[in-house]
């Protein structure tokens, strides 16, 4: 274990600090091959011994590989402040309530601006200090459900989180925040619109594309409109809040059913796919693009359904799949598979007969497309019928992952095939629609509204 002073350094790095004696928090100046750079050499986090980390004059953290170091000059040293300084949230009985249930990382997170660490936030104290706006718009009660990265979420946390939110609701909450990581996020919110139902109050999933310490970030503003939403939307219904375009103009409210994570970075990476956001929110003003959604109740009924079929999958098609990699699903005993099915729900000859086999075994299959635009149409070419023949269902437009949110969620309602095969061809919250609307395909999704604001404004 090393010293405090050289917080998660190791290996060759460790070597390179001790012997230029610089510790963690010290401003230094590293000498490259490409040059010289300027930093405060921040804590490591463990399991790389290579790199140290320096957070540079722009805000941006920057990892220099140990055998790049050509030398390094000490300018200073910093002393860091992990904790944000506990402030009480102020209480308006006049503010409603909300809840912000944490499934880990830092839904907040304020910059040290003296040493360029990143301080997480959570209590409401704690987001009180990084973020007072949320004290205009309610008070916060602030719940750590976990602490794991978003590609830790599976059906367990999804079940618990079920039940923390019946009892916020049961407690009489006027709306409730998810705090997220983005990667998995469109997965829980689906999950949730089928485990959460005649929910009365709005239920908003919420993340961050750039943490705090990035100029860029985006994690006080979604924060403040995620809040916003729960708190004072008329929408009652499971939706992810977040960027509507990449500049700081507004967040969309997408459903949670047809919302999909597009872009590796993108603030505005979230999507509403073969339909259109329910509305937006904007300086704590709403737009409401629908007129379809389930409304806001003053009652505190809810129906939880936190039962989830775990022995379920997902199979992505690609051009020459061989057939084993079905078969090893039926033979570890998978009880449901999703298909991607390129274009209209299409796989090659080779998968007919472990398909044939599954079907006859009993297990559940359907056809989604991996378009994600668009719907099924398994009658139109000989391929199509052929699989129904064998037992593959075609899902309308429903998005694999939603699909397979949806059939582990059935499955643990009813191993019924036929109930299986009803439910999950009976649109529950938005996973199916009867079409998808003109302007529901739209690759730079926002960018209208910034079009036309800029129409409006100089024509």
Known sequence: MTDDIYQGYRGPALEILKREKIVVWDRIVVQTPEGQVEGILLPRSAGDDAHLVLKMIT????????????????????????????KEFPYDEDKPNVTILGTGGTIASRLDYRTGAVIPAFTPGELFGAVPELADIANITTRKLFGVFSENMGPHQWKVLAENIRKEIEGGVRGIVIGHGTDTMHYTAATMSFM???????????????????????????????????????IAETVVTMYGTTSDH????????????????????????????????????????????????NDTEVD????????????????????????????????????AGTGLGHVNKPLYDPIQRANEEGISMFMSVQTLYGYTQMFVYDT????????????????????????????????????????????????????????????????????????????
């Open 59 to 86: 805000g941006y953290n920057i990892g220099i590989r140990h055998d790049n170091v050509h030398s390094i000059e000490q300018r200073g040293s910093k002393k860091a402040h992990y904790k944000i300084p506990e």
């Open 250 to 297: 507004f967040l969309y409210i997408h459903p949670g059913t047809r919302v999909r994570k597009m872009h590796s970075s993108y603030r505005n990476t979230f999507k509403t796919l073969g339909d259109i956001p329910l509305g937006k929110v904007e300086d704590g003003n709403f737009t409401y693009y629908k007129n379809d959604y389930k409304k806001r109740r």
């Open 384 to 459: 199509g019928r052929d699989l129904m023949a064998r037992g593959v269902v075609p899902l309308e437009n429903m998005l694999p992952e939603v699909a397979y949110c949806k059939l582990g969620w059935v499955m643990g309602q009813t191993q019924d095939r036929e109930t299986v095969k009803k439910m999950m061809l009976t649109p529950i919250a938005r996973e199916i629609t009867p079409r998808e609307p003109y302007n529901g395909f739209v690759q730079g999704q926002g960018g209208m509204d910034v079009v036309e604001d800029f129409l409006h404004k100089y024509t």
């Open 196 to 234: 959460v139902q005649n929910n009365p109050v709005p239920i908003v999933c919420v993340g961050s594309q750039r943490s705090s310490d990035r100029p860029s970030s985006d994690a006080a503003r979604t924060l403040i409109g995620s809040v916003d939403t729960a708190a004072n939307s008329d």
């Open 304 to 339: 939880i359904y936190p039962d989830f079929e775990e022995r379920i999958s997902i199979l992505y098609y690609y051009p020459n799949m061989d057939p084993d990699i079905l078969e090893s699903l039926i033979d570890k005993g998978y009880k449901g598979i999703i298909i």
